[in-house]
Structure formats: C-alpha cells, structure tokens
C-alpha cells in the first residue's frame, strides 16, 4: 500500500501521516522532514536548502529526487506513505516511473480540502517540539498546549519553524495553486484521487481517511 497526502500548506498532513504510519505501519516519507535534516546540517547544500526554506520558496525538483532516490534505496519497508510530494506533474511522474521499476504503483492519493483563511491561522499558530516532535497551535483549542512554550507530553521546548509566518504562507500558498493543485486532476484520471473535509477534529478527519482505506484497500 502506498498513499500520497495532497494538501496545502498547514491543512494537517504531517499530522494525519503519523496516525497512518502507526496504524498501517507505512514508511513515512516526508519531504519536509528530509529538507529540514539537511538544512540543519553544515554544509554547501544545507546552508542552500536552509535558505530556501526561511524565504518561504520552493527547493529544486533535482534536490528533491536526489533526497527522495537515496531514502527509498537505503530503506527496507517499501510501504510509503508520501507526504509533501510530489508536488508537481514531473514529480508525480518521475515517482510513477521510479515504483513502476520497482514493480509498485500508487494505492490512494488522499487530498485535504482546508479553507484558505484557516490555513493561514494554523499555520501563524503552529509549535512543534523540539525533543518529540509533537505538533501544537496556540490558535486552535484543540491543539493549544498548556504551556505556550512548553510540550505537554516531554516537558522540552516548544518552537516556530521559520517558514511559519504569513508572508511565506502567501509564497507557499501561490506555488501550491500553481504547481500542486494540477495533481488533482492528474490522479482523478487514474481514479486514485479521494477528497477529505480536513474542518474538524484530528480524530474526524483521521477516522474519514481510514474509512476508505479499510473500504477500498483492506481486503
């Protein structure tokens, strides 16, 4: 089983692939976590990549299929869960290619419909650990820890990515019409594409997307 998460920035996807990578046991592949593995590194291309993340633009496809080729060559579970790409036609047709060799294919691509003005107070609000990883926003009550700059569950820092700001937003958001909403109609010519209403609770849009799985894919 392999899943593509499409959905704009802040719509949750980070989110709802952990609960799927627990649940189904998926090889979580996010592009986001890789690029910011590199940029925290010292090096030529960490310094490149870190740039490009603080200014809100997007890294090159040859950055991104060098980063995606390495991960899926050094890993043994070949059940992905993809998460941030493809993000483009090209990425979406190299990704074809490189499972087609493989003898796989995509299984679903699961698309997070999030409103526009939502968007952009998740992602001004969102804090995420330090040490665990576990993802908060001060905006939503759901979601607020309990201590604005404290984890709840680890007791470590909590942060703002720099990319978390509104002006990046508007940058990631445009790209994300011009360059990403063109897979809808992409997949939906392969019957692959099913649309999630991602207003609601973690635990509603989660229990909508594994109502498919278990439906269409379980069997």
């Known amino acids: 089983m392999n899943i593509i998460l499409l959905a704009p920035p802040a719509a949750g996807k980070g989110t709802q692939a952990k609960l799927l990578e627990n649940k189904y046991h998926l090889n979580h592949l996010s592009t986001g976590d890789l690029l910011r593995q590199v940029a925290s590194e010292d090096s030529e291309l960490g310094n490149k990549v870190k740039e490009t993340l603080s200014s809100g633009n997007l890294v090159s496809d040859e950055i991104i299929f060098e980063l995606i080729d390495h991960y899926m060559t050094e890993t043994t579970n070949h059940q992905f869960l ?119 609770s973690i635990e509603e849009i989660f229990h909508r997307i594994t109502s498919i799985i278990e439906k269409e894919m379980i069997k």
């Not at 003005?117 to 009550?141: F, W």
């Not at 958001?173 to 109609?185: M, V």
Request: proline residues 3%; charged residues 30%.
């Open 82 to 200: 993809f998460d941030g790409f493809p993000r483009n036609i090209l990425q979406a047709q190299t990704l074809d290619h490189i499972l087609n060799e493989k003898g796989d294919m995509i299984t679903a691509v699961f698309l997070l419909e999030v409103t526009e003005e939502c968007l952009k107070q998740r992602i001004t609000g969102r804090r995420l650990c330090k040490n665990c990883g576990a993802i908060y926003n001060v905006t939503e009550p759901s979601l607020k820890p309990k201590n604005e700059s404290i984890c709840d569950k680890c007791g470590h820092e909590l942060y703002q990515r720099d990319d978390d700001n509104e002006k990046s937003f508007e940058i990631r958001y445009r790209e994300y019409k011009k360059q990403t909403e063109p897979l809808i109609e992409y997949y939906q010519n392969q019957n692959k594409l099913y649309s999630i209403d991602s207003m609601g």
